[in-house]
């Protein structure tokens, strides 16, 4: 815990790593469901310029 709370970490990062940690703890049956929760799909819009 102390290595993951170091200055300069920030939480989302701090939290990204538990996760990794939790996930690859996981049982095999339980670990393809989280991991493809764990993938971000995100798509950008650029307003139309009126």
Not at 7 to 21: F, L, M, V
Not at 34 to 49: D, F, G, L, M, Y
Request: charged share 30%; glycine share 2%; proline share 6%.
């Amino acid at each position: 815990l102390i290595v993951l709370c170091r200055p300069g970490r920030s939480y989302i990062r701090y939290s990204q790593i538990c996760a990794q940690a939790v996930r690859a703890a996981m049982k095999p049956q339980y670990k393809a469901e989280a991991e493809r929760a764990a993938v971000a799909t995100v798509k950008t819009v650029k307003p139309k310029k009126e």
